[in-house]
């Protein structure tokens, strides 16, 4: 996954709650990998102020 296709995925899930963001990157994520082996470690953090 590109940084601008990663960006325009963070940018969707403003003002939506933690969890939900966490559960829809998590899918978007999973839909773009399909049927491919996950050779990589992926880590996102997010932060609630």
């Known amino acids: 996954m590109k940084y601008s296709t990663f960006k ?11 969890s939900e963001q966490a559960n829809q990157i998590f899918n978007h994520f999973e839909t773009w990998r399909g049927s491919q082996e996950q ?11």
């Open 8 to 18: 325009e995925i963070l940018l969707a899930q403003k003002g939506v709650e933690m």
């Open 39 to 49: 050779i990589d470690d992926v880590c996102i953090m997010g932060l609630q102020y």
